[in-house]
């Protein structure tokens, strides 16, 4: 069988900086849940030998692919780096997938299956029938807060639009103006999200199993969350002033 029935070729983007106690063990559950799936683990030069790691794991299986990337530009630049890996080998959807484990490749089926009546899929954390596990109540609160904001600030009518656990079809890829996203961590995705809705990208949200990671240190930082909390808002005034200017400027949610 080549690729997801009624999906077609799909990749799944795994970015990588110093997840050697996590990329064997993300990389064999995504080939097991979804067999006919490729992966690529596109790896920011981790000192800890993740792009080694990586490259063995290629080298024993022809439905791994290693992209390795000079340095750390953060997560946007490398789901950047690898649609675009995909849209010039002709894959038919893109998948976002954390290499940390808190993304289910379990829930992967789900999500294409999904995939055939879209053109983008968010695994959602705060739809019905989601899990969150293991996470601390502070955790919860700021991404239900950050959600929310994103939510009422950006018009954006999706449950979870900092998730990052997606499906793209080529199409919802070359609708988004992915040439204007400068942003990283949870501010990319809600950018992505904007930008989709904005294009009329056919969205919908299915519930997953989310949960903290067993292995190696989070990537979140005081940081990442000033970003997001200053670009949705510098979105949401930009968004509010064209379309006071122009009543059609906000593409409607289809």
């Known amino acids: 069988m080549v690729g997801h029935p009624g999906v077609g070729r799909v990749l799944v983007v795994i970015p990588t900086y110093n997840e050697a106690d996590n990329v064997d063990r993300i990389v064999a559950r995504v ?145 988004i103006d992915l040439a204007s996203v400068r942003s990283q961590g949870y501010a990319f995705q809600v950018e992505l999200s904007r930008l989709a809705h904005r294009a009329g990208v056919r969205m919908v949200e299915v519930p997953i199993t989310f949960a903290e990671r067993e292995h190696g240190d989070s990537k979140m930082s005081p940081l990442i969350v000033a970003e997001a909390l200053w670009r949705i808002t510098t979105w949401g005034l930009r968004d509010r002033r064209a379309a006071a200017r122009r009543p059609d400027a906000l593409a409607r949610w289809p």
Do not use: C
């Not at 919860?140 to 009518?157: E, H």
């Open 31 to 175: 080939r097991e849940a979804a067999p006919a799936v490729d992966v690529l683990v596109a790896d920011d030069n981790s000192p800890d030998g993740t792009g080694a790691i990586a490259d063995g794991l290629a080298g024993a299986d022809p439905h791994v692919q290693v992209l390795h990337r000079p340095g750390k530009e953060g997560l946007g630049a490398a789901y950047l780096a690898g649609f675009a890996w995909a849209r010039e080998r002709g894959y038919d959807a893109v998948v976002e997938m954390d290499a940390d484990g808190s993304h289910a490749p379990e829930d992967l089926p789900a999500l294409l299956d999904a995939a055939r009546d879209a053109d983008m899929v968010i695994g959602s954390r705060w739809t019905r029938g989601a899990r969150v596990l293991n996470w601390p109540l502070r955790r919860l609160l700021l991404s239900r807060a950050g959600n929310l904001y994103a939510r009422l600030a950006l018009g954006v009518p999706v449950s979870d639009a900092t998730g990052g656990y997606r499906v793209y079809r080529a199409a919802a890829l070359d609708a």
